[in-house]
Nanobody, 123 residues
Framework: QVQLVESGGGLVQAGGSLRLSCAASGRTFSSYGMGWFRQASGKEREFVAA????????YYADSVKGRFTISRDNAKNMVYLQMNSLKSEDTAVYYC????????????????WGQGTQVTVSS
């Protein structure tokens, strides 16, 4: 069982930055691939970034590549999403998710989800 709690969302102007954090409970955090997803109002949940359990494999959606950086600290049971050069289209609720085996860009393959944190980018 893994419990995930996101933080760091808020209101930011276009071009600004935010850093999202996801705190995970459980002693087996380092066994999980981690992902960030987002869901804008009226849209389906979409992949943002993912990182393998040891941080070697990292994936980004094309829409955020070069602007967002995912990282993890297994000693602290934390995963982060640094978001730079934010755009209005990045406005969404951002979710942290954990996958028991491997890592994926598909939300349906993740086992545990946080409650989400709102990111609003004003233009």
């Amino acid at each position: 069982q893994v419990q995930l709690v996101e933080s760091g969302g808020g209101l930011v102007q276009a071009g600004g930055s935010l850093r999202l954090s996801c705190a995970a409970s459980g002693r087996t955090f380092s066994s999980y691939g981690m992902g960030w997803f987002r869901q804008a109002s009226g849209k389906e949940r979409e992949f943002v970034a993912a990182i393998s359990r040891n941080g070697v494999r990292i994936y980004y959606a094309d829409s955020v590549k070069g602007r967002f950086t995912i990282s993890r600290d297994n000693a602290k049971n934390m995963v982060y999403l640094q978001m730079n050069s934010l755009k209005s289209e990045d406005t969404a609720v951002y979710y942290c998710a954990a996958k028991a085996f491997g890592v994926s860009t598909s939300p349906g393959e993740y086992d545990y989800w946080g409650q989400g944190t709102q990111v609003t980018v004003s233009s």
